[in-house]
């Protein structure tokens, strides 16, 4: 199915591409009129996509799942995306058989609490029901946040959150906070990100904490736009298994936009090429954002308390059994043609092994492989070190047995093979006086003790050997944090690297000495540098050497798909299972996962949210295509004399149009 209106939303991202973004000096006669011509056609085509996209030979398909259409699953259940508030306000009625059925949940992650939660409020299965299995002593997974005794303050990393969550939000509305049951969390969390806004006031640094001066400039090329603008449109089936490097050059991965993207995202050169194009779609209403972080937005504290503990919270009080230590080393499948029904599961408790059987009423959902797997932790006097062992029962391990019992199940090995592509180092930086903050708000200029925003985001020392970045948000980040300490997360791309002021890899740091290299990079004197790692901070490492495996190159069937064809009673969830259009790494993935479980096994009759359509939306593609030019008009291209006089004729044929208003009203022309 095509759609004329997405056909000149194509147009709008690549006008700027078709108007010779690539001209360049030409010296040969024959040359000259070849290019031309060449350009005359881009001309054409580009007036004519402006007219009549569809004579130019451009589409783009409409995304699978259209609002409103219901669609059989493989497995034969039901589930549909919708938009728009009738089906957003709209409540399920009870699924048939729901009181007959039970349900386990590998994990506690946020995409198992997720599903337990659309299962109690829009599946109404009763909580007792609903037993969710955690190999470690609390919930969480990632999203973390504690306070270790006799270690400090850790935080493995951080959330960045977007107003398009759609499946975040739906939730959200219904969970009540902890800090006031009154109000709901996304209540909290709305009041709280109008007050006060995030943006960024200094998004890098170099020479030791002077302002790098980025000015909110992608700094980008037309030849680095023109790649950008190809690996958008690049088909899915062309990009399976391809890098990034095989389609950006020094022209984007030297400028400031790979800057801001990569250290937002945790992106590597040698990434997929196939999530890269899936951010660029997902966030291009945001483009106009990514310099100064406008675009994100926080939760008062770490991600454990503002998020998890909400969703735990609600949970217990609606019976929901928690069974934590208790891990699941395998899973079994009755297999018979296409029908597929997990029949067992094996688990470890207290050193006892048992089997709970299951039935076609037993519903199962897995968390397949995991982030932080294998993570270690190291203290203020030591190293985290850097062990990728997979052992036994652990998300990769698991996937692993489950994987070899069908080709539906995944291809783990793609993702968890090359730890040393996939891994990156953070570090929880607690202050003990008054003596680091004062560094710290020379440089985000603010005051750090204000309880609102801080750094804004991410600070980028762009001069750094392990491409250092570190961020601090609003403060307390912890409730019981004391209110002169300082809580900050930093983190590096490169660990194995040597850093520029302690010569040893990161890895290999304590938290002392990963401190002093952060210190060095800020501006503190060096002749003070060890002084305050040592008396005014805490610093605990923590090494993740999966923490990017789903960032790894894949193809399709890597993931497998969240409920698999011909499942009957299981489902998988979590960054590494496979739903269209939305990007992994974020808190709305894990959750669209669980909901999206829960309404095909149980067959709610209810939408689930569609990804946020900024992508065909032509208003968010050209203002996007002028901020990724940072700010350029299509009339101001140095183009030769052919391409400039066709361009005035194609500005003719627009002349007193709608679309000329909508194009100047977004400073196109």
Same mark, same amino acid.
């Given at each position: 199915?095509?759609?004329?209106?997405?056909?000149?939303?194509?147009?709008?991202?690549?006008?700027?591409t078709i108007f010779r973004c690539l001209a360049a000096p030409v010296t040969?006669?024959?040359?000259?009129?070849?290019?031309?011509?060449?350009?005359?056609?881009?001309?054409?085509?580009?007036?004519?996509?402006?007219?009549?996209?569809?004579?130019?030979?451009?589409?783009?398909?409409?995304?699978?799942?259209?609002?409103?259409?219901?669609?059989?699953?493989?497995?034969g259940f039901f589930m549909y995306y919708s938009s728009g508030n009738y089906?957003?306000?709209?409540?399920?009625?009870?699924?048939?058989?729901?009181?007959?059925?039970?349900?386990?949940?590998?994990?506690?992650?946020?995409?198992?609490?997720?599903?337990?939660?659309?299962?109690?409020?829009?599946?109404?299965?009763?909580?007792?029901?609903?037993?969710?299995?955690?190999?470690?002593?609390?919930?969480?997974?990632?999203?973390?946040?504690?306070?270790?005794?006799?270690?400090?303050?850790?935080?493995?990393?951080?959330?960045?959150?977007?107003?398009?969550?759609?499946?975040?939000?739906?939730?959200?509305?219904?969970?009540?906070?902890?800090?006031?049951?009154?109000?709901?969390?996304?209540?909290?969390?709305?009041?709280?990100?109008?007050?006060?806004?995030?943006?960024?006031?200094?998004?890098?640094?170099?020479?030791?904490?002077?302002?790098?001066?980025?000015?909110?400039?992608?700094?980008?090329?037309?030849?680095?736009?023109?790649?950008?603008?190809?690996?958008?449109?690049?088909?899915?089936?062309?990009?399976?298994?391809?890098?990034?490097?095989?389609?950006?050059?020094?022209?984007?991965?030297?400028?400031?936009?790979?800057?801001?993207?990569?250290?937002?995202?945790?992106?590597?050169?040698?990434?997929?090429?196939?999530?890269?194009?899936?951010?660029?779609?997902?966030?291009?209403?945001?483009?106009?954002?990514?310099?100064?972080?406008?675009?994100?937005?926080?939760?008062?504290?770490?991600?454990?308390?503002?998020?998890?503990?909400?969703?735990?919270?609600?949970?217990?009080?609606?019976?929901?059994?928690?069974?934590?230590?208790?891990?699941?080393?395998?899973?079994?499948?009755?297999?018979?043609?296409?029908?597929?029904?997990?029949?067992?599961?094996?688990?470890?408790?207290?050193?006892?092994?048992?089997?709970?059987?299951?039935?076609?009423?037993?519903?199962?959902?897995?968390?397949?492989?995991?982030?932080?797997? @294998?993570?270690?932790? &190291?203290?203020?006097? +030591?190293? %985290?070190?850097? !062990?990728? =062992?997979? $052992?036994?029962?652990?998300?990769?391990?698991?996937?692993?047995?489950?994987?070899?019992?069908?080709?539906?199940?995944?291809?783990?090995?793609?993702?968890?093979?090359?730890?040393?592509?996939?891994?990156?180092?953070?570090?929880?930086?607690?202050?003990?006086?008054?003596?680091?903050?004062?560094?710290?708000?020379?440089?985000?200029?603010?005051?750090?003790?204000?309880?609102?925003?801080?750094?804004?985001?991410?600070?980028?020392?762009?001069?750094?050997?392990?491409?250092?970045?570190?961020?601090?948000?609003?403060?307390?980040?912890?409730?019981?944090?004391?209110?002169?300490?300082?809580?900050?997360?930093?983190?590096?791309?490169? @660990?194995?690297?040597? &850093?520029?002021?302690? +010569?040893? %890899?990161?890895? !290999?740091? =304590?938290? $002392?000495?990963?401190?002093?290299?952060?210190?060095?990079?800020?501006?503190?004197?060096?002749?003070?540098?060890?002084?305050?790692?040592?008396?005014?901070?805490?610093?605990?490492?923590?090494?993740?050497?999966?923490?990017?495996?789903?960032?790894?190159?894949?193809?399709?069937?890597?993931?497998?798909?969240?409920?698999?064809?011909?499942?009957?009673?299981?489902?998988?969830?979590?960054?590494?299972?496979?739903?269209?259009?939305?990007?992994?790494?974020?808190?709305?993935?894990?959750?669209?996962?669980?909901?999206?479980?829960?309404?095909?096994?149980?067959?709610?009759?209810?939408?689930?949210?569609?990804?946020?359509?900024?992508?065909?939306?032509?208003?968010?593609?050209?203002?996007?295509?002028?901020?990724?030019?940072?700010?350029? $008009?299509?009339?101001?291209?140095?183009?030769?004399?052919?391409?400039?006089?066709?361009?005035?004729?194609?500005?003719?044929?627009?002349?007193?149009?709608?679309?000329?208003?909508?194009?100047?009203?977004?400073?196109?022309?």
């Amino acid at each position: 199915m095509k759609c004329t209106i997405c056909e000149k939303l194509m147009q709008a991202a690549m006008a700027p591409t078709i108007f010779r973004c690539l001209a360049a000096p030409v010296t040969k006669t024959s040359n000259f009129i070849q290019n031309s011509r060449r350009d005359k056609n881009l001309i054409t085509a580009a007036v004519l996509l402006i007219v009549n996209p569809a004579s130019a030979g451009y589409t783009i398909d409409i995304p699978k799942g259209t609002p409103q259409i219901n669609k059989p699953t493989q497995g034969g259940f039901f589930m549909y995306y919708s938009s728009g508030n009738y089906e957003a306000f709209a409540r399920p009625e009870k699924p048939e058989g729901v009181d007959h059925k039970s349900a386990y949940l590998i994990g506690s992650g946020l995409a198992a609490l997720s599903a337990a939660c659309f299962m109690v409020r829009d599946g109404q299965m009763k909580g007792e029901h609903i037993h969710v299995l955690e190999k470690d002593p609390i919930p969480g997974g990632a999203c973390d946040g504690y306070k270790y005794q006799d270690i400090g303050y850790v935080m493995r990393g951080g959330r960045e959150m977007d107003n398009h969550f759609e499946c975040m939000w739906d939730l959200f509305r219904s969970i009540p906070s902890i800090e006031d049951e009154n109000v709901t969390v996304l209540d909290e969390y709305y009041w709280l990100n109008k007050h006060d806004p995030n943006y960024s006031l200094c998004r890098a640094t170099v020479n030791c904490g002077e302002d790098a001066h980025t000015d909110g400039k992608f700094g980008l090329s037309d030849k680095g736009a023109m790649e950008i603008m190809k690996l958008f449109f690049t088909p899915n089936e062309q990009l399976q298994d391809k890098k990034i490097t095989d389609f950006f050059d020094d022209e984007v991965l030297n400028s400031n936009f790979w800057l801001y993207w990569r250290t937002m995202f945790a992106f590597e050169n040698w990434h997929s090429a196939l999530e890269m194009k899936r951010y660029l779609q997902r966030y291009i209403h945001h483009i106009g954002g990514l310099p100064d972080f406008t675009a994100l937005r926080f939760t008062r504290y770490n991600q454990y308390e503002s998020i998890i503990l909400p969703m735990v919270t609600y949970l217990k009080d609606h019976g929901v059994q928690f069974h934590y230590e208790t891990k699941v080393v395998d899973v079994k499948f009755d297999i018979n043609g296409k029908r597929k029904q997990a029949s067992s599961v094996v688990v470890e408790h207290a050193g006892e092994i048992s089997t709970i059987d299951l039935t076609e009423n037993d519903l199962l959902f897995i968390t397949n492989g995991g982030c932080v797997e @294998s993570c270690t932790m &190291g203290a203020q006097d +030591k190293a %985290a070190g850097f !062990d990728p =062992t997979i $052992k036994p029962g652990n998300g990769w391990d698991l996937w692993k047995k489950i994987a070899a019992q069908d080709p539906a199940f995944g291809h783990p090995e793609k993702f968890c093979s090359d730890p040393e592509h996939s891994n990156w180092e953070s570090a929880t930086i607690t202050t003990l006086d008054d003596k680091i903050p004062q560094y710290i708000q020379k440089i985000c200029k603010r005051d750090p003790f204000s309880g609102h925003t801080v750094t804004g985001g991410i600070v980028t020392v762009k001069d750094s050997n392990w491409l250092l970045s570190w961020t601090l948000n609003r403060q307390q980040q912890f409730r019981d944090q004391p209110k002169n300490q300082l809580c900050v997360w930093v983190y590096g791309l490169f @660990s194995d690297k040597p &850093g520029n002021y302690v +010569k040893k %890899a990161m890895r !290999d740091c =304590t938290g $002392k000495e990963l401190c002093m290299e952060w210190l060095y990079h800020i501006g503190v004197p060096e002749d003070q540098i060890e002084e305050l790692a040592e008396h005014s901070a805490n610093t605990i490492p923590v090494m993740m050497p999966y923490i990017d495996a789903f960032f790894m190159p894949r193809a399709m069937g890597d993931r497998p798909d969240i409920v698999p064809e011909g499942a009957v009673n299981f489902a998988f969830l979590g960054q590494f299972a496979e739903t269209g259009r939305d990007t992994i790494f974020t808190t709305e993935y894990s959750m669209r996962t669980g909901m999206e479980a829960v309404y095909t096994l149980l067959d709610i009759d209810r939408g689930v949210p569609e990804v946020w359509g900024s992508t065909y939306d032509v208003r968010a593609l050209i203002d996007a295509t002028v901020k990724l030019r940072d700010g350029k $008009k299509i009339t101001d291209m140095d183009l030769p004399l052919i391409p400039r006089l066709a361009m005035k004729e194609a500005l003719k044929k627009i002349e007193g149009t709608d679309l000329e208003k909508f194009l100047k009203e977004y400073n196109a022309i």
